[in-house]
């Protein structure tokens, strides 16, 4: 059974700096094109950033392009969300997801962890 598990969630000051964090069992990552996402309160889901499972090409939603940073490292089997100059919109809880390359929908979600910025 696959399961995602993401963690490094927590409360942190506006300008602050968390690292979210990405795992699996039943799934090595290294072969899957990984996202994060995230769902504010009363908002509809959106793309955070995204990593293939070949290049490691990324791409980012323009809200945190220079803040934002996607990486893997497939000897832990981990992925990870850099998340700097936090700011109180980045509020909000964050999931990851992962696709086969060449496929449209992610497949595979964590349950997601919660990123508070307070002001």
């Known amino acids: 059974q696959v399961q995602l598990v993401e963690s490094g969630g927590g409360l942190v000051q506006a300008g602050g700096s968390l690292r979210l964090s990405c795992t699996s069992s039943g799934r090595t990552l290294s072969r899957y094109n990984i996202a994060w996402f995230r769902q504010a309160p009363g908002k509809e889901r959106e793309f955070v950033a995204a990593?293939?499972?070949?290049?490691?090409?990324?791409s980012y939603a323009d809200s945190v392009k220079g803040r934002f940073t996607i990486s893997r490292d497939n000897a832990k089997n981990m992925v990870y969300l850099q998340m700097n100059s936090l700011k109180p919109e980045d509020t909000a809880v964050y999931y990851c997801?992962?696709?086969?390359?060449?496929?449209?929908?992610?497949?595979?979600w964590g349950q997601g962890t919660q990123v508070t910025v307070s002001s």
């Open positions: 997801a992962s696709k086969t390359a060449g496929t449209g929908a992610y497949d595979y």
């Open positions: 990593i293939g499972w070949s290049a490691g090409l990324t």
